[in-house]
């Protein structure tokens, strides 16, 4: 079974910076579109940022140009780094993989943002 570990979350003040990692069992890592979901408290869960197996990347517009998504394949790897944290970027940040129709979930990593 596939396991992905969430974690780097925490409480950070307006402005601040916390990265993400989320690390993924198995030799398939490689393979993976890795995708950051959030899910802020009492709302649905949205994407945040996402990379393909080849490195592509895409964002959520409410992220873009403060959010960068990265992997390291060599480490089993997924990053987001995480810039000029807003309020309104508390949520629970989960990971998710997937190749062809086969997709696992982390249990998420907890982050507030506030004075």
């Known amino acids: 079974q596939v396991q992905l570990v969430e974690s780097g979350g925490g409480l950070v003040q307006p402005g601040g910076s916390l990265r993400l990692s989320c690390t993924v069992s198995?030799?398939?890592?490689?393979?993976?579109?890795m995708t950051w979901y959030r899910q802020p408290p009492g709302k649905q869960r949205e994407l945040v940022a996402a990379?393909?197996?080849?490195?592509?990347?895409d964002y959520a517009e409410f992220v873009k140009g403060r959010f960068t998504i990265s992997r390291d394949n060599a480490k089993n790897t997924v990053y987001l780094q995480m810039n000029s944290l807003k309020p309104e970027d508390t949520a629970v940040y989960l990971c998710?993989?997937?190749?062809?129709?086969?997709?696992?979930w982390g249990q998420g990593t907890q982050v507030t943002v506030s004075s």
């Open positions: 990379i393909t197996s080849g490195g592509s990347t």
């Open positions: 998710r993989a997937q190749v062809v129709r086969a997709e696992y």
């Open positions: 198995g030799t398939l890592f490689r393979f993976y579109a």
